[in-house]
């Protein structure tokens, strides 16, 4: 079956850098938008990032925008996150998705078909 295992999360201080990596199997992946959301301890699970299948679109979480870059390669099958100037509410466990064939990139949870099972992100201050 489909599967995506997201990897690169653990423990930094604030103002560091971490990249997450999703590396997904058995998915046409060059044809399905991959998104990150994260999920700190007591809250919802919120959008972070999104990556159309057709690689001409990607939208940020206000949150995150000008601090993460999402990126993708579809010959690897992965997706990244590339997480910069972290802060302390960047703290939670953070998960790939993919949404799709073909359809428009979405920030909804509900719309995205297979999930990774999660990363842990935690910055210190």
């Known amino acids: 079956q489909v599967q995506l295992v997201e990897s690169g999360g653990g423990l930094v201080q604030a103002g560091a850098s971490l990249r997450l990596s999703c590396t997904t199997s058995?998915?046409?992946?060059?044809?399905?938008?991959m998104g990150w959301f994260r999920q700190a301890p007591g809250k919802d699970r919120e959008f972070v990032a999104v990556?159309?299948?057709?690689?001409?679109?990607?939208y940020y979480a206000d949150s995150v925008k000008g601090r993460f870059t999402i990126s993708r390669d579809n010959a690897k099958n992965t997706v990244y996150l590339q997480m910069n100037s972290l802060k302390s509410e960047d703290t939670a466990v953070y998960y790939c998705?993919?949404?799709?064939?073909?359809?428009?990139?979405?920030?909804?949870?509900?719309?995205?078909?297979?999930w990774g099972q999660g990363t842990q992100v935690t910055v210190s201050s």
């Open positions: 990556s159309r299948w057709s690689g001409d679109a990607i």
């Open positions: 058995r998915l046409p992946f060059s044809r399905y938008s």
């Open positions: 998705a993919a949404d799709g064939p073909l359809t428009s990139f979405s920030t909804a949870a509900h719309d995205y078909d297979y």
